[in-house]
């Protein structure tokens, strides 16, 4: 998969390919850590199935996720759509940059930008009861942060809602995936991955996945906690 598959967003492609954007006093910042094409692929896919129209994320960086969301639910919406993002760092760390992105790509009346740690944002958004169509972590992932981003995305996210894990082979948050797939199968069932596939991937990458090998996993819920209190508990 080459870049011109981001063309439905040229902001988001200008970026990848260039590795470069602009912060918002209009210094020229390097882009890293931002999500994998395969990755914008997937999400772009499930919008376009699904046809969601509100989004929430958790680690914004450079924007480069968020602007795959935004640009893809515009194209399915009928009645509007809103896109959330959470992260502590986006003035200090990373200048702006992302709020300058989508800015620029005329979104800034679809996205609510929450500048705040995930654990303290994510029970407001609770005690709310704003929910939401697919939420895709990918914010701190260290082990308890990843898993209080679980815990509390599960109770914002919508029944039929999807659940997206970034770096679902990093050994933090490979453990919060093994706990759900372990405990959490009444609430959350995982999608197949042949559904989320790249039909064109290379063969290197087939076998990789073949070895469990993965970037990004995803569940879809189908029960709303809390859990039994006495409900068995499965070692993993
Ligand atoms: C891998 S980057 C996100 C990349 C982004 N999704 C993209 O595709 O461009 C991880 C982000 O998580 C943010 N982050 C770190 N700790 C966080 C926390 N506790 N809560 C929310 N976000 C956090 C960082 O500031 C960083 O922007």
Not at 154 to 183: W, Y
Request: aromatic letters at 10%; hydrophobic letters at 40%.
């Amino acid at each position: 998969m080459d870049a011109t598959y981001l063309d439905f967003c040229p902001k988001l492609r200008k970026m990848m390919e260039s590795g470069k954007s602009l912060d918002l006093s209009g210094n020229v910042v390097q882009i890293g850590g931002i999500s994998t094409l395969n990755n914008i692929r997937i999400i772009r896919e499930l919008i376009l199935r699904g046809r969601p129209s509100r989004t929430l994320e958790i680690g914004l960086a450079f924007g480069g996720s968020a602007l795959a969301f935004l640009a893809t639910l515009k194209e399915v919406s009928v009645d509007g759509f809103h896109h959330s993002a959470i992260d502590p760092f986006q003035s200090k760390g990373w200048g702006g940059s992302a709020v300058r992105a989508i800015s620029d790509c005329g979104f800034s009346g679809n996205f609510t930008l929450h500048e705040d740690y995930s654990s303290l944002v994510l029970p407001e958004i609770c005690r709310s009861n704003e929910q939401f169509d697919i939420i895709y972590i990918d914010g701190s992932h260290v082990f308890e942060d990843a898993f209080i981003d679980f815990y509390y995305a599960l109770r914002v996210l919508r029944l039929g809602g999807i659940m997206l894990f970034d770096d679902c082979c990093d050994p933090h948050v490979c453990k919060v995936i093994k706990f759900i797939r372990t405990n959490y199968g009444q609430i959350l069932n995982e999608i197949d991955y042949r559904v989320l596939e790249n039909p064109h991937k290379s063969l290197k990458k087939r076998v990789g996945n073949l070895l469990g090998v993965r970037q990004l996993c995803g569940f879809t819920k189908k029960g709303e906690p809390p859990r039994d209190w006495n409900v068995p508990f499965v070692n993993f």
